[in-house]
């Protein structure tokens, strides 16, 4: 039940009571349930391999049993630092099936910030591919933990205390504490019947399972602790969400080490039934090349990515015709994709709740889409505080963001909760938006990053939306720097795409007709890519940028 509580004055609160509380709510119960339904159908595809649902089941049960004899169990931490590819998914479901707590690393980290993750995280057991394009992810490992190949060395390590083995894809190898995958499911010993059953009953939806990293524009990885609850819950209602069914064939370009990864295209395809192409790596030719020869029928992809994919197909041309689903941009534009196609967009995400925590269905009535952020999903509640007082505000009124329910995550790892939490149990989530009379969700931006100019608040989110719809632009922010007489003024930071031209004042002429004067930026400054610092996940980190900005406008030539 949706309740909304709308006189003047009073709260503004979306959502259900938490109500989820189904003690079969467990990845393993999830995995077996999607496995046994259709044994032969295809689950996973990779290099010209198909993966039926059978093999993957087969496949967790062997690395549950090899992590097992490694002496895994409940609680253990287990990285995996992968590409995309089925051994990525063997390895991170057979450790929460034991219930052991998956650690997927990002592979876009620099060895230096992997080792500190593994040290954050107590990752005990580490399943790794020796090398991914340049990045040597063993080698980088063994010049960080040498007596890993020692057979009689102490299995000690100062710098990531808690790692006990590595299992390794890639070769053969297998010294000391360091096994390769085969080996390692060549080891595993005969479990007796039935005890991965009695092992399965004693994991509780409410045993942590998974542990993502997220970027901020500044600081740390955070660790998001999720229990085995919110997992199961997100996977099995994202199809409906996403209107995927079992006669979907599924691509996308989200690293399984991002939630969007493991809920939106891994734990959504596998609940709809409908095989996941997998690309170890995003290439644009490549990935045109898979949904043209797999007959992909829905895609997910950054902008970018899309972007990149549709300057691809002038030199590599490719049959999209089949896409039903794709996010809406130049890419949907050029197949002709109706304005009411399905889409997402009106939904709140957040890697904090795995992904969705307010959202519509994207086939809902397109204005609804277009206009609003979707509303509280069931097991959520959703308000607007006052972002200094943390008071309720009212519907309509403008706030931060807060909520909680039962796909929020346990906390973020080795951080107390007073320091996220509010005194009811609402996550503050940083974001700015207000709820209408309706229950829907409008977010507005993100409330650290608001742009206060001439007494009016300007979200960067908004004029960023607009800079991406010129053509010529490649990268965008949208930044407040100081000044005398307006408090700030809007700043555009921007990276043109090879070949394009463009000036400060064709920008702000072209923003105009989109953008209400105050918002248009005073300054539009170009930069290389290369003068850019980025976070693991793509995103730009605001203090150097801001640094850049500064010292840009207060050159002689600004």
Not at 205 to 226: C, N, Q, R
Not at 276 to 282: A, G, H, K, N, S
Not at 454 to 475: D, G, H, M, Q, T
Not at 551 to 558: N, Q, S, W
Request: proline content about 6%; aromatic content about 6%; hydrophobic content about 45%.
């Amino acid at each position: 039940m949706m309740s909304t509580e709308t006189p003047t004055g009073t709260p503004a609160t979306a959502g259900t009571e938490p109500d989820h509380l189904d003690p079969g709510l467990t990845v393993p119960a999830f995995i077996r349930r999607v496995c046994e339904r259709s044994p032969d159908r295809p689950a996973l595809v990779f290099e010209g391999e198909t993966w039926s649902f059978r093999r993957l089941a087969d496949e967790i049960d062997r690395m549950q049993a090899a992590l097992l004899g490694l002496g895994a169990g409940k609680g253990t931490r287990v990285g995996v630092l992968m590409g995309m590819r089925p051994e990525w998914v063997v390895a991170t479901f057979a450790a929460m099936g034991i219930g052991a707590v998956a650690v997927p690393i990002s592979t876009y980290e620099p060895a230096k910030q992997r080792h500190e993750l593994l040290r954050q995280a107590d990752v005990a057991i580490l399943v790794l591919q020796d090398r991914m394009l340049r990045n040597a992810f063993l080698d980088d490992l063994l010049d960080e933990v040498p007596t890993l190949t020692s057979s009689d060395a102490d299995p000690f390590d100062v710098g990531l205390p808690y790692l006990r083995h590595v299992i390794h894809l890639g070769s053969d190898r297998s010294a000391g504490r360091l096994l390769s995958w085969n080996d390692a499911l060549d080891r595993a010993p005969t479990l007796p019947a039935g005890y991965v059953d009695a092992l399965q009953r004693e994991i509780h939806p409410t045993d942590d399972a998974l542990i993502i990293h997220t970027s901020g524009t500044s600081g740390a990885a955070k660790g998001v602790i999720h229990g085995h609850r919110s997992i199961a819950i997100q996977f099995d209602r994202l199809p409906g969400q996403f209107t995927m069914t079992a006669d979907d064939v599924v691509w996308g370009s989200f690293p399984l080490f991002w939630s969007a990864g493991i809920a939106w295209l891994l734990g959504a395809s596998l609940a709809a039934g409908a095989p996941l192409v997998l690309q170890e790596r995003f290439e644009r030719t490549e990935a045109l090349d898979l949904v043209e020869r797999h007959r992909a029928t829905f895609a997910l992809a950054t902008p970018l990515q899309l972007d990149e994919m549709l300057d691809a197909l002038d030199e590599h041309p490719a049959d999209l015709s089949s896409l039903r689903v794709l996010p809406r941009g130049r890419l949907a534009d050029h197949l002709g994709m109706p304005d009411d196609a399905v889409f997402g967009g009106a939904s709140l995400g957040l890697t904090e709740t795995l992904t969705l925590a307010a959202s519509i269905p994207w086939d809902s009535p397109v204005e609804l889409r277009r206009t609003t952020h979707g509303r509280a999903l069931p097991g959520t509640l959703i308000k607007i505080v006052d972002p200094e007082t943390g008071a309720d505000l009212p519907v309509g009124e403008r706030g931060e963001i807060a909520l909680k329910g039962t796909t929020l995550m346990k906390g973020y790892n080795k951080r107390f909760p007073e320091t996220y939490l509010d005194a009811d149990g609402y996550y503050r989530t940083g974001d700015a938006g207000h709820l209408d009379e309706d229950g829907y969700l409008h977010w507005t931006g993100r409330m650290a990053h608001l742009i206060r100019t001439n007494s009016a608040n300007v979200s960067p989110a908004e004029v960023e939306a607009a800079l991406y719809a010129l053509p010529e632009i490649k990268i965008a922010a949208a930044i407040g720097a100081p000044d005398p007489d307006y408090g700030e003024v809007v700043v555009a930071c921007v990276v043109l795409k090879d070949g394009a031209e463009l000036l400060a004042d064709d920008v702000r002429v072209r923003l105009r007709g989109e953008l209400a004067g105050y918002k248009i930026p005073r300054h539009v400054l170009f930069f290389a890519e290369a003068e850019l610092e980025m976070t693991a996940t793509g995103k730009l980190r605001l203090e150097n940028l801001r640094k850049l900005v500064t010292e840009r406008l207060a050159a002689p030539a600004a």
